[in-house]
């Protein structure tokens, strides 16, 4: 599976984007897709996960703001971001698991949020 993300970029506090993961060499409908994102000099940290279901989850400082959805026809998770804070600064990536416990990941997207 090969992961891209997408849709970052520079947005003023109480701002919006929407990212997307779309991947390539496998079809997402299987895999559990997560967001993470990482601030400097951090570790990545959890941001939203939906399942195969379409169930989602997400972590406390992001639930009501975010959401993460799947286009099961492109193929493609989106993460629509609403609301954003300075906080929300962060590289984010998307993952791929599977039941085997493969993991997958894209390449991250900057998003970067003004006051």
């Known amino acids: 599976v090969q992961l891209q993300a997408s849709g970052g970029g520079l947005v003023q506090a109480g701002g919006s984007l929407r990212l997307s993961c779309a991947a390539s060499?496998?079809?997402?409908?299987?895999?559990?897709i997560d967001w993470y994102r990482q601030f400097p000099g951090k570790q990545r940290e959890f941001v939203a996960s939906i399942f195969s279901n379409g169930r989602p989850a997400y972590a406390d400082a992001v639930k009501g703001r975010f959401a993460i959805s799947r286009d099961y026809a492109k193929n493609i998770v989106d993460l629509q971001m609403n609301n954003l804070k300075t906080a929300d600064t962060a590289v984010y990536y998307c993952?791929?698991?599977?039941?085997?416990?493969?993991?997958?990941w894209g390449q991250g997207t900057q998003v970067t949020v003004s006051s």
């Open positions: 060499g496998s079809n997402l409908d299987s895999y559990i």
């Open positions: 993952n791929a698991g599977d039941s085997m416990g493969h993991n997958y």
